[in-house]
């Protein structure tokens, strides 16, 4: 079957969906994203995504393309067409086509791309047995609160990681870890879930503010501060949060391992209870 892409109010199979080159995402990747879980064919933590969405749009005073009725048809529109029962839906708003020049051009209109992956995310075989994590140095900007489409830095990392063997790469400055290169970070120590408070230096994620609302909920003790390397090294579990692997557990830091090398009690819990809300306040 043919997958579908939306681009800007067309629905067409993938290999005909067309962006200009003078796009400012192409040239400068002037623009953000979104990625959203599919759980039984309806979209997990929506209203999360979108509301960071319109945060992203307004740092970078890009207005949204369509409003967030005809947002979440579009949403809706691409999974059925596609027949998504498990997945990702991919959203992504650029400034628009433009002569090149760096200031905003005054009459660019934003360009809005949708498209769907198939993936297995409840069920995901990994989840079994864990990530492999390497760290390497975070050497991104300085607004990582923004969820832009310049992922050069995480595209290195990962592949870093790839190539050590890893399945996700933890970012660290001053010894400290950021997050992960598409995902945040998370250590266990002593039954309580230690990760770094949100700010500039991190994304916001849509389902670490979910999984820390479910802890607290259940009486789980969450602290929300920096840890180094050495601590993770240390620590009884570590796991990773994303809209595209929920609660992952981590089984080793570069080559050493954690908890026994096994997915720990904690983060297992954490993956069954955010598959629990995520599946039962879809939409
Ligand atoms: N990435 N930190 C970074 C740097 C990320 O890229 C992501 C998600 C997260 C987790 O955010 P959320 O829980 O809202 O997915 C944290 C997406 C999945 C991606 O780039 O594919």
Redesign the pocket.
């Known amino acids: 079957m043919t997958r579908i892409a939306y681009v800007n109010g067309e629905y067409s199979p993938l290999e005909d969906a067309k962006i200009s080159i003078l796009d400012r995402g192409f040239l400068f990747a002037d623009g953000v994203?979104e990625?959203a879980a599919v759980l039984d064919g309806k979209l997990a933590?929506y209203a999360?995504?979108v509301a960071?969405l319109h945060r992203s749009l307004g740092e970078l005073q890009i207005a949204p393309p369509v409003g967030d009725d005809e947002l979440l048809e579009i949403h809706r529109e691409l999974v059925k067409r596609n027949a998504v029962d498990e997945g990702?839906v991919?959203l992504q708003v650029t400034r628009g086509a433009g002569e090149r020049d760096f200031p905003f051009p005054k009459d660019a209109k934003p360009s809005l791309v949708l498209f769907t992956q198939a993936k297995n995310l409840a069920e995901a075989p990994i989840a079994a047995t864990g990530y492999k994590v390497k760290t390497v140095p975070d050497i991104r900007w300085a607004r990582?609160d923004i969820?832009s489409v310049a992922?050069l830095a995480?595209v290195l990392a990962k592949q870093a990681a790839a190539d050590s063997g890893c399945n996700e790469a933890w970012m660290v400055e001053d010894g400290k870890v950021t997050?992960?290169?598409?995902?945040?970070a998370y250590i266990i120590k002593d039954g309580r879930i230690i990760t770094r408070p949100v700010s500039n230096k991190?994304?916001?994620?849509?389902?670490?503010a979910s999984v820390l609302k479910l802890a607290a909920e259940r009486d789980m003790e969450v602290e929300e501060r920096v840890f180094s390397v050495d601590e993770a090294l240390a620590a009884d579990e570590a796991f990773v949060?994303?809209?595209?692997?929920f609660v992952m557990p981590v089984v080793e830091i570069d080559g050493k391992m954690i908890g026994g090398g096994q997915p720990g009690p904690v983060a297992r819990r954490l993956r069954e209870i955010y598959i629990d809300h995520a599946r039962s306040s879809a939409i």
């Open positions: 994203y990625v933590d999360g995504h960071r990702l991919y990582r969820k992922l995480q997050e992960g290169g598409s995902s945040n991190i994304l916001s994620g849509i389902t670490r949060t994303a809209a595209s692997t």
